[in-house]
């Protein structure tokens, strides 16, 4: 979904940076092979997240929702020379896809893979994170939210997907739509909590900057 003209966005795309050659494969692989590739992060915003990366030159970076690779490696640009990111996927089926990018890529030894449900994984970190991606089941965020706060680094960020979900957020509830009720309850609970303070930016389907205080 576009929140501004299809040519005006077209424009924005076309004076941003490009989209690196691994990444195009990346995308053009994810088109042909795997189910659902409009869960792609994509060259425009893929180059955000790379470029808040880049800004905060993260030492350790928590993605929860790995997809295909494309924000790993994206959010890997910015991140310190020995740094580490770990990425968390519940489908096992898109592990060795991930990988096989991952390798081609400067980051692969630096990208941690983690098969399973995230919110069993993440308690089990003994690490504190300067940079989270999340972008995976709507109806968790809000559960994601809770178990990274404390283990968020002082100034750390929080990069939270598809918050305006095709603009459902603002029309009429429908009571079996699960996924718009839970992101309404996760935006108004990133405006409300005094430990953070945050953004929302209409990129592509809405993406929140929240920054730990």
Known sequence: MHFIPEELNN????????????????????????????????HYQGRVLSMISKMLNPKNILEIGTYTGYSALCLAEGMQADG?????????????????YFEKSSYGSQIVQHLGDALHIIPKFDINFDLVFIDADKENYTNYFNIIIDKLNSGAIILSDNVLWSGKVIEALQPEDTSTKALIEYNSLLKEDTRIETVVLPIRDGLTISRKI
Do not use: A, C, W
């Open 84 to 100: 580490k990111l770990h990425t968390i996927e519940i489908n096992e089926e898109l592990i060795d896809f991930q990988r096989s």
């Open 11 to 42: 424009y924005v795309v076309n004076h941003s940076e490009q989209e690196p050659e691994l990444l195009q494969q990346l995308t053009r692989e994810t088109y042909q092979k795997i189910l659902q590739p409009r869960m792609l992060s994509g």
